[in-house]
């Protein structure tokens, strides 16, 4: 299978904890992106970090590739209840050709408890 | 803007029937994509279509098919359902552009198939 492996699978912490979790690929990319779903709903953009780049913020979003390693990870600062959800990578294919098609990591459930 | 829909949102159906679902993208976008995600599988990629076209394909069997319209809209159909295509089928659009973007996703479909 392409699909990319996440772990933890699952994640339990409280709230104003950080959160961290990793994203392992296959092949070559031209990018990685995270998502966030919530409860078997669509899926919501988090963020995306090019091949070139090594680490990018976005408010408490902190995302690492190491593409030497075909990883990456997300890390939550200061997480809160309504960040409860499962959290998803997503590749592309450096030799994928004109295409938006995406591959998926299995995933990550965090869930933040109150 | 309004974001990526998808109708019907649930839809229940038995062994041998065909469905059709829908998928209008945000406007401006060309680019469609369809997933389906499922317990055991996980995300996995069905097909793109950009300007009316099939730009790519995933490992489904030829049960799975989608099309294009002049406006975008997209829909897949699956026909011969089995139990095993019980499933969130999940529709993406991207802005325009050739690759590399975020993917914008609508709320789903939930398929139920007796």
């Known amino acids: 299978s392409q699909q990319g492996e996440e772990d933890p699978q699952a994640l339990s912490i409280q709230e104003g904890e950080n959160a961290t979790m990793n994203c392992s690929y296959k092949t070559s990319i031209n990018n990685l992106q995270w998502y966030r779903q919530n409860s078997g709903r669509g899926l919501v953009h988090l963020i995306l970090?090019?091949?070139?780049?090594r680490e990018k913020h976005s408010g408490r979003l902190r995302v690492t590739l190491d593409t030497s390693k075909k990883s990456s990870s997300l890390l939550i600062t200061a997480s809160r209840a309504a960040d409860t959800a499962s959290y998803f990578c997503a590749t592309d294919a450096l030799a994928g050709g004109a295409t938006n098609k995406l591959i998926f990591g299995t995933g990550t459930l965090l869930a933040v408890q109150p | 803007k309004a974001g990526v829909t998808q109708t019907p949102r649930y839809l229940i159906k038995t062994r041998g029937q065909q469905v059709t679902l829908s998928c209008s993208p945000i406007s401006g976008h060309r680019s469609v994509s369809w997933y389906q995600q499922t317990p055991g599988q996980g995300l996995q990629f069905l097909f793109e279509?950009?300007?009316?076209?099939?730009?790519n394909k995933g490992n489904f069997p030829g049960r799975f098919s989608g099309r294009q319209f002049s406006n975008s809209r997209s829909e897949m159909n699956v026909s011969t359902l089995e139990l095993g295509d019980s499933a969130l089928y999940l529709c993406?659009?991207?802005?325009?552009?050739?690759?590399?973007?975020?993917?914008?996703f609508g709320p789903g479909t939930r398929l139920t198939v007796l």
């Open positions: 993406a659009s991207s802005p325009p552009g050739t690759q590399g973007h975020e993917q914008f």
């Open positions: 970090i090019r091949s070139n780049e």
């Open positions: 279509y950009f300007s009316e076209t099939q730009r």
